[in-house]
């Protein structure tokens, strides 16, 4: 059994902060590469913040500067720290995970094959 869980989303005002978490567990090890990917309303998709094994973190150029990805593994948690939040962000989070990515895709879908069932995170203006 290999699960995803996402946890920690809901409502803000623009300009608040929200945490993300999303505990792993199954054959998902410390060394896998992560990442989170957002769906707002009438949208693809899209990843915005990736994390490989070493940890070094990618970041998609909207949230660059607002959001930060951080792993714990002796948690077995993945986070994401969301300041500054825009309209814009609202959308369901997913976490997802894989072994490994090709070198600078971390943030395609195609290349994750476990998956979180999402958190809603609403920002309002």
């Known amino acids: 059994q290999t699960q995803l869980v996402e946890s920690g989303g809901g409502s803000v005002q623009a300009g608040g902060s929200l945490r993300l978490s999303c505990e792993y567990s199954g054959v998902i090890t410390s060394n896998y590469f992560m990442a989170w990917f957002r769906q707002g309303p009438g949208k693809e998709r899209e990843g915005i913040a990736a994390?490989?094994?070493?940890?070094?973190?990618t970041y998609r150029d909207s949230v660059k500067g607002r959001f930060i990805i951080s792993k714990d593994n002796d948690k077995n948690t993945l986070y994401l720290y969301m300041n500054s939040l825009k309209p814009e962000d609202t959308a369901i989070y997913y976490c997802?995970?894989?072994?490994?990515?090709?070198?600078?895709?971390?943030?395609?879908?195609?290349?994750?094959?476990?998956w979180g069932q999402g958190t809603q995170v609403t920002v309002s203006s």
């Open positions: 997802a995970a894989d072994r490994g990515v090709v070198p600078g895709t971390s943030l395609w879908e195609s290349e994750y094959n476990f």
């Open positions: 994390i490989d094994s070493g940890r070094s973190p």
